[in-house]
């Protein structure tokens, strides 16, 4: 009888325990947030630069269009697009037939001329010998000396055309001017080279610079040895660095925005040549406290942060100024303080005043809760 009395009683106990429990799970509020090290981020001021914008293309100083000096054939083609070359090296081989022709007839008239002198010579000093004796007539000499300068007229006229002819020899063979990368290749063997027509480009991967421009609005801004951040279509979110060298002091008469040139700071540089870079020049710095927009929450109109502090987290409306081109940051004018330390990844379901624990290494009594 006692021993069933017993049993009824722990059974009424377990059930009335069983009802309290849910209860009592409400009343203890959600489960603390486990906050690693990787997960806070400390708000600090920074330095914020601005100025105008400025976009172009990286171009490179040395660069050389190999143009056909003389009308002829090519015969041969040396290098392809992307190959290195040395200052020197042959690159394109144009035919020379004609021109060797026209070498060896002013060879031979350089020779007929020299015969033609000499004799002149000889005759002219024997037409002096017989004027001091008497024996010929001052007309006589006169001729002689005239023959004797004529001779040597037509034998440096016949030297010139000798000299033309090498140089034309000369330039069926298309050299590099330089150390540098051929970019562009224009011409196959068996093409006609019309004299002026373009064969090979030439540049140096190793001169690269920003050529790029600025609205003429800016153009007072802008000076030479100022600082510029920029990126480059093909380099993802790498950063270059550049300085103004010099401003161009006249604007393009269609686009009315004006040259700058800038050279690169530093070993980081593209290799490659035309391809779209933008950017903006540092005209103006400032100190601003800086969040990155990993640590921005928006609903709608409203931009807020987590901070932590007091083990609790604090949404804390917040207000940005303009993203900073050059480092991706928003400058915060107004909610955080520097030293906050906030949420480097929130989410929309967190919640004001939720509870946090830090987990092993993270610390959470450098931000103290603000009221």
Do not use: W
Request: proline fraction near 5%; glycine fraction near 8%; charge should be positive.
């Amino acid at each position: 009888m006692h021993r069933s009395l017993l049993a009824l009683l722990l059974v009424l106990a377990a059930a009335l325990a069983g009802c309290k429990g849910p209860s009592a799970a409400q009343t203890t509020g959600p489960a603390p947030l486990l906050i690693a090290p990787e997960d806070l981020l400390t708000i600090h001021n920074a330095s914020l630069s601005s100025g105008p914008a400025i976009t172009g293309a990286i171009q490179p100083e040395r660069r050389a269009d190999l143009r056909a000096e003389v009308q002829a054939i090519v015969m041969q083609v040396y290098k392809e697009n992307g190959d290195p070359v040395h200052k020197g090296d042959l690159l394109v081989r144009l035919d020379d037939t004609a021109i060797r022709d026209q070498l060896a007839s002013a060879q031979a008239a350089e020779r007929a001329a020299g015969q033609a002198l000499d004799q002149a010579e000889r005759q002219f000093e024997r037409m002096k010998t017989l004027r001091a004796s008497g024996m010929t007539s001052a007309q006589a000499l006169d001729d002689a000396e005239g023959r004797r300068n004529g001779a040597q007229s037509d034998l440096e006229g016949a030297k010139a055309r000798v000299v033309s002819a090498r140089q034309q020899m000369q330039r069926t063979e298309v050299r590099a001017p330089f150390d540098g990368i051929v970019s562009e290749r224009k011409v196959s063997p068996g093409d006609t080279a019309q004299l002026g027509k373009e064969l090979l480009k030439v540049i140096d991967p190793n001169s690269m610079r920003f050529e790029a421009a600025i609205a003429a609005d800016h153009v007072a801004e802008v000076r030479a040895g100022q600082t510029v951040h920029f990126r480059v279509n093909g380099y993802g979110e790498q950063e270059f660095v550049g300085r103004v060298r010099r401003v161009n002091p006249a604007a393009d008469p269609m686009t009315r925005q004006v040259q700058v040139l800038v050279d690169f700071v530093g070993d980081k540089q593209p290799k490659l040549a035309g391809l779209y870079a933008e950017g903006r020049l540092e005209t103006r710095t400032s100190a601003s406290l800086m969040i990155p927009p990993s640590a921005v929450v928006r609903e709608g109109d409203r931009v807020s942060a987590f901070r932590v502090g007091g083990n609790k987290l604090h949404k804390v409306a917040v207000k940005l100024g303009d993203r900073d081109a050059r480092s991706g940051d928003f400058p915060v004018t107004s909610g955080l303080a520097e030293g906050d330390r906030v949420l480097r990844y929130p989410t929309v379901l967190l919640k004001d005043g939720q509870p946090v624990q830090a987990s092993a290494g993270a610390s959470l009594a450098s931000s103290e809760a603000r009221k």
